[in-house]
């Protein structure tokens, strides 16, 4: 199995250990990752509020991209990513408008012709969770895992067309395969607001302490995301979010890939599990998982 | 809040404007009040979203565009998969920052505006974000100049901060595009 792969901006700063423990697990998976050359951001939030071509263009020429190293799919785990890409496909599909003006300014001809798939998404339907259990060396038994989807992953459902916008299961098949625990909460689709991260810091705080306090209330272990912003607000906020209200969670928030590259034999840092603010590895040991 | 509605602005083409650049049918809004009751930050919003929606109806342009709630919006979607008209309210929502973008408009949530400018022109530049740059000069552009600095020695402990800015070939036709598109929407640079 063989992809065009586009780890977004992040993968390659903030969230090196989303890179790492994709990478990893891909390649046990047999899944083989084939970066974009010269790939470019994706413009994420700023871009589509300020300008609207902007916010086509630029996944558009990343698409491109993809489609020039002959790929008709291109995969990435970044929930933001995967949510402009499809945007960006949708409307030059559907809308003529916008297709003429991006392709002008781009100088190409893209009818969004390029399936952008979601890590979470190969894994299922590529591997398949009957795959993905029996290259399982390390069940992850005693795990109990909330399972974080947040926003961008399955909404709007309309473009993203992945999963249940409002109970998505996804990403709990894949742990529950590997010997995890998944709990059932309801704040599995609420907003972080990590597009306010640094703008409206206490915006975030609040969002972060609701998902967070639910989690723990619910007796998950950690919290598991498919987003680098999602990860990033909880774990780099949390002890902010503990202080603003005088709550204490210790809650490690793991990307599903690291969770599953343990139980694929993969090792700490290998799944850069060593690089977390909330340090997961006391928990991984207390349950005999490392 | 008391909100005085004139017919000037019950005439404007302010609702078919916002109709087409956002794609949607605004008018099949009944007002059911979904979008608001499921917006997880509709307690920072001066006005609801549903509340946009009936300004755009009724044509009030600038109570709108001016308000706080465009730019507190964080862009979830979750008003756009709940609505029963299927009304893309962030759709809409975006193309109404769009045109207060446009516009050169100010807002209250002057920080959000700095940040989305830092953001376009650090991507611009380099092709790719780069954090490091994105922060500071968010900080620099604030005025908020130590904002999260105490989070600095500890990410960069974990790898967590890339000393070194990305480099992407290309980049250089990059800003060139994204000057042509600025100059496209708003006539300048």
New interface residues.
């Given amino acids: 199995m063989r992809y065009a792969f586009y780890p977004g901006?992040?993968l390659?700063?903030?969230?090196?250990e989303y890179d790492l423990s994709t990478r990893e697990v891909c390649r046990r998976l047999g899944i083989e990752l084939t970066e974009v050359?010269?790939?470019?951001?994706c413009?994420?939030?700023?871009?589509?509020?300020?300008?609207?071509?902007?916010a086509v263009?630029?996944p558009v020429?990343n698409l491109w991209a993809a489609r020039t190293m002959n790929g008709d799919q291109v995969l990435t785990c970044c929930a933001a990513c995967y949510n402009r890409l499809k945007t960006a496909n949708q409307e030059m599909a559907e809308?003529q408008e916008i297709r003429n003006q991006v392709n002008q300014?781009?100088e190409i001809d893209y009818r969004g012709e390029v399936k952008v798939r979601h890590l979470l998404e190969v894994i299922l339907e590529d591997v398949g969770v009957e795959g993905l259990r029996l290259k399982v060396s390390k069940k992850m038994e005693g795990l109990k895992v909330a399972s974080y989807y947040g926003?961008?992953l399955v909404?709007?459902?309309k473009v993203m067309q992945f999963d249940d916008?409002?109970q998505p299961h996804s990403m709990d098949d894949l742990l529950t395969a590997v010997g995890a625990q998944t709990i059932d909460w309801p704040y599995n689709?609420?907003?972080c607001?990590?597009?306010?991260s640094?703008?409206?810091?206490e915006?975030v705080l609040r969002?972060c302490r609701d998902i967070l306090a639910d989690a723990q209330a619910r007796g998950a272990d950690c919290v598991a995301v498919a987003c680098p912003m999602c990860q990033s607000n909880l774990d780099?906020r949390q002890r902010e979010t503990e202080a603003a209200y005088s709550l204490r969670f210790n809650l490690p928030i793991l990307y599903f890939t690291q969770i599953l590259g343990l139980a694929l034999g993969a090792g700490i840092r290998e799944l850069?599990l060593?690089?977390?603010?909330i340090d997961p590895i006391p928990l991984l040991k207390a349950k005999a998982l490392i | 809040m008391r909100w005085e509605i004139s017919t000037s602005a019950l005439r404007s083409d302010f609702v078919k404007q916002v109709e087409a650049?956002g794609?949607q049918n605004i008018l099949a809004c009944y007002q059911c009040g979904k979008c608001s009751a499921g917006c997880?930050?509709a307690h920072?919003m001066d006005i609801l979203p549903n509340q946009i929606i009936r300004l755009v109806q009724l044509g009030m342009k600038d109570q709108v565009l001016n308000s706080r709630a465009i730019?507190?919006c964080?862009?979830?979607?979750?008003c756009?998969?709940r609505c029963p008209q299927e009304v893309?309210i962030?759709r809409v929502i975006?193309?109404l920052?769009?045109m207060a973008?446009r516009e050169r408009r100010s807002s209250p949530?002057k920080?959000?505006l700095?940040?989305?400018r830092v953001?376009?022109d650090n991507?611009a530049s380099l092709?790719?974000?780069?954090?490091?740059g994105?922060?500071l000069g968010?900080n620099l552009r604030?005025g908020h100049l130590f904002?999260?600095m105490l989070?600095a020695p500890?990410?960069f402990l974990?790898?967590?901060?890339?000393p070194i800015p990305?480099r992407?070939?290309?980049?250089r036709q990059?800003k060139a595009?994204?000057k042509?598109?600025?100059a496209?929407?708003r006539g300048e640079r």
């Fill in positions: 901006c992040t390659h700063s903030t969230s090196r050359p010269d790939w470019i951001c413009g994420a939030t700023s871009a589509h509020v300020s300008m609207h071509l902007l263009a630029l020429r809308d300014l781009l926003c961008l909404r709007p459902p916008p409002e689709i609420e907003c607001g990590a597009s306010l640094l703008t409206r810091t915006i969002l780099l850069g060593n690089r977390h603010i | 650049n794609r997880p930050v920072e730019w507190i964080a862009s979830c979607e979750t756009t998969t893309d962030a975006d193309a920052r769009n973008y949530e920080e959000i700095v940040f989305n953001f376009v991507l092709g790719r974000l780069y954090e490091v994105l922060i968010y604030s904002k999260d989070k500890g990410m974990k790898g967590k901060i890339n990305p992407v070939k290309g980049a990059l595009l994204v042509k598109i600025e496209k929407e």
